[in-house]
């Protein structure tokens, strides 16, 4: 008999990935395809199908294909669509009903934290929890709330913007077009902007003020800390101490068993998680002080995306039997 796996489809703004999973978590294969942004969402699934098609071929022998998992900026359980995700220019589209003019079995989509959260729930950290919160920490912030074993979506399907939540009312510009939100503060592209301010605003000796703004990375600022550099480490203290206060307030309204750090920047480790647990213990409210756990994922970085969206189809077929 055909062992049976799930697509896994993980757009983002450069590359779109997509990889085959057993219901273990095994990732069985994976590849990506430049996503080029400028193109329709038509013109992304049609070449992905190509793709996807003429790899299975490789293993149709020993797999049956079970179900299409994705994950998308913007995407929206409930409906099916992507509605206005940013770097790409797709407007509002109905993504599930794209895929059925290429597959006919069973798909689902959600956004990429979402589906980071059933992938910890099913396959990686979060495996025997039923209330959790996944933060990711990319280019941006995003977050997938679990509550009683259900992802949380919300009346309309966009439930769970912690990232998007505010810091300083007369705070930084966000790309959503607000002032001082989190993600402008505790994400790879909000260390960064942290960097220049103190770069601005002290005089901190470093060897990151020869590094231009077009060419730091979150990376440079981990090893920089690592290294001792102390406007780096003032950096990670900054940014641990909103990321803190905020997971503090989430704490409050969720009351999970673990928040999980997931992607770019929570690869620097004990850097972001020991300041971030210190800050968010002591804006903690005391019934919740000391029985939050703040751990990493256990999705293996290289296959993680591919493993998030094949979790959510995996979830959904689960349901069903």
């Known amino acids: 008999m055909n062992t049976k796996i799930a697509i896994g489809i993980d757009v983002g703004g450069t590359n779109t990935v997509f990889g085959f999973v057993d219901k273990e978590g095994n990732c069985i294969y994976e590849s990506s395809i430049p996503t080029h942004s400028e193109q329709n969402a038509d013109q992304l699934f049609e070449r992905l199908f190509l793709n996807i098609n003429n790899d299975f071929k490789k293993f149709s022998n020993d797999y049956k294909l079970a179900g299409i998992g994705i994950g998308a900026p913007n995407a929206n359980y409930y409906k099916g669509t992507v509605e206005l995700p940013p770097n790409l220019n797709w407007g509002m ?52 709330i679990v509550v009683n074993g259900e992802l949380v979506y ?25 002032r001082g939100c989190l993600e402008t503060y505790a994400s790879a592209s909000g260390i ?32 920089a800390a690592t290294r ?33 750090l997931f992607g770019g920047l929570a690869n620097a480790g004990d850097l972001i998680f020991l300041p971030t647990k210190q ?20 999705l293996p970085g290289a296959h993680a995306a591919v493993l998030g969206a094949s979790a959510l189809i995996w979830n959904e077929l689960n349901k069903l039997n």
């Open 279 to 298: 800050y968010m213990e002591e804006f903690m409210l005391n019934i919740f002080k000391n029985k939050v756990k703040l751990i990493p994922s256990a």
């Open 228 to 260: 001792g550099d102390q406007l780096a480490l003032k950096a990670f203290d900054y940014t641990a101490k909103v990321l803190g206060l905020k997971l503090a307030d989430a704490v409050a309204h969720l009351s999970p068993e673990a928040i999980i």
């Open 192 to 223: 960064r902007r942290t960097v220049f301010e103190l770069i601005g605003t002290t005089n901190i000796p470093s060897g990151l003020r020869e590094i231009s703004f077009g060419q730091l990375s979150a990376k440079d600022i981990a090893d």
């Open 93 to 144: 589209v109905n993504v599930i009903d794209l895929v059925k003019k290429y597959s006919s079995l069973p798909a689902a989509i959600t956004n990429d934290a979402n589906a980071a959260a059933i992938g910890e729930m099913i396959f990686g950290a979060a495996k025997g929890m039923k209330d959790f919160i996944v933060i990711t920490l990319g280019t941006g912030l995003g977050s997938g």
């Open 154 to 178: 919300g009346a309309d399907g966009f439930a769970g913007e912690i990232g998007h939540t505010i810091v300083d009312m007369n705070g930084r510009e966000c790309g959503c077009g607000r």
